[in-house]
């Protein structure tokens, strides 16, 4: 059992690539003896979204929310972003962006 965040870790990375007018959502499970740790998520729309947007939540609680209102990519650098509650899922959705646009989304996660 570990007490402490995943540090002792192998890299992972989720993404989701939707289709038009789609949220964009990386759900990484619940574990009973982890903390999941987030290291870096990238994010796009190829078209200026209408109520573009980027949530974290961990166990159903937003932890991060930013605005997103132009299109193109972007990056966040998180280092060791994580929540000190075990077995809680984590939640990382980039908004739909309206009609037309099309939001792509990856996680890199510990």
Do not use: C, Q
Not at 35 to 40: K, M, N
Not at 46 to 66: A, I, M, N, Q, Y
């Amino acid at each position: 059992m570990r007490n402490s965040p995943n540090i002792n870790y192998t890299e992972l990375t989720a993404s989701h690539y939707p289709a038009i007018n789609t949220a964009a959502v990386v759900t990484i499970a619940a574990g009973a003896d982890d903390r999941w740790v987030l290291d870096r998520i990238w994010y796009s729309y190829d078209t200026t979204p209408t109520g573009g947007s980027l949530v974290v939540s961990f166990g159903g609680v937003t932890k991060l929310s930013l605005a997103i209102p132009a299109a193109g990519e972007g990056e966040l650098l998180l280092d060791g972003f994580h929540n000190l509650t075990k077995n809680e899922a984590v939640v990382v959705t980039l908004a739909s962006g309206g009609a037309g646009a099309i939001g792509k989304l990856t996680v890199k996660y510990r």
